[in-house]
T-cell receptor
Framework: EDKVVQSPLSLVVHEGDTVTLNCSYE??????LLWYKQEKKAPTFLFML????IEKKSGRLSSILDKKELFSILNITATQTGDSAVYLC??????????????FGQGTILTVHP | DGGITQSPKYLFRKEGQNVTLSCEQN?????MYWYRQDPGQGLRLIYY???????QKGDIAEGYSVSREKKESFPLTVTSAQKNPTAFYLC???????????FGPGTRLTVT
């Protein structure tokens, strides 16, 4: 059975802290790994990772994928209260009728206090 | 403005009634998806469609039905056979299979 596991499930930090969110996966026919941020309603896309060891960066957020050890991390430096959200990790499948299907992890709830 | 719209935002129904949730996109995307989100469980895939007039069951399709008669529209019907329908429902689309999915604002369904 395909599985995506995120840790920690929740995290409380203060503004300025750096956080690392983890995502491990066991899926058949891996294509890519995606990170989303969900504040109130619709998840918004952050990163898509397909190659191992290549860091993707966007401002204070960065992410990297390790396809040998089957995990990814999402780093947020100098956190702000606006970073408070649920961060979702998802794996996209390759091959056959499952191509493009996403399997999500449970999410990590990040709370940043002023 | 391009995007995905879902309606209504909130929906209340009595047990035993079927209900249809709307999802429309004007992004010209081929693929569309329906997810259910419960607290502490992330998103689970209900149904997806990669092309008009074709769709596949996701991981939790029992008690749900869909249609894809137009590229822009992918309505989801929650039937009375769905044992625990109260949840937050999200629709998504992508330009091609395997690319990032863009999400609508969601519909929160409460069945009592």
């Amino acid at each position: 059975e395909d599985k995506v596991v995120q840790s920690p499930l929740s995290l409380v930090v203060h503004e300025g802290d750096t956080v690392t969110l983890n995502c491990s996966y066991e899926v058949t026919n891996f294509r890519s790994l995606l990170w989303y941020k969900q504040e109130k309603k619709a998840p918004t896309f952050l990163f898509m990772l397909t190659s191992s060891g290549i860091e993707k960066k966007s401002g204070r957020l960065s992410s990297i994928l390790d396809k040998k050890e089957l995990f990814s991390i999402l780093n947020i430096t100098a956190t702000q209260t606006g970073d408070s959200a649920v961060y979702l990790c998802a794996v996209s499948h390759a091959g056959g009728t499952s191509y493009g299907k996403l399997t999500f992890g449970q999410g990590t709830i990040l709370t940043v206090h002023p | 403005d391009g995007g995905i719209t879902q309606s209504p935002k909130y929906l209340f129904r009595k047990e035993g009634q079927n209900v249809t949730l709307s999802c429309e996109q004007n992004l010209n995307h081929d693929a569309m998806y329906w997810y259910r989100q419960d607290p502490g469980q992330g998103l689970r895939l209900i149904y997806y469609s990669q092309i008009v007039n074709d769709f596949q069951k996701g991981d939790i399709a029992e008690g749900y039905s869909v249609s894809r008669e137009k590229k822009e529209s992918f309505p989801l019907t929650v039937t009375s056979a769905q044992k625990n329908p109260t949840a937050f429902y999200l629709c998504a689309s992508s330009s091609d299979r395997g690319y990032e999915q863009y999400f609508g604002p969601g519909t929160r369904l409460t069945v009592t």
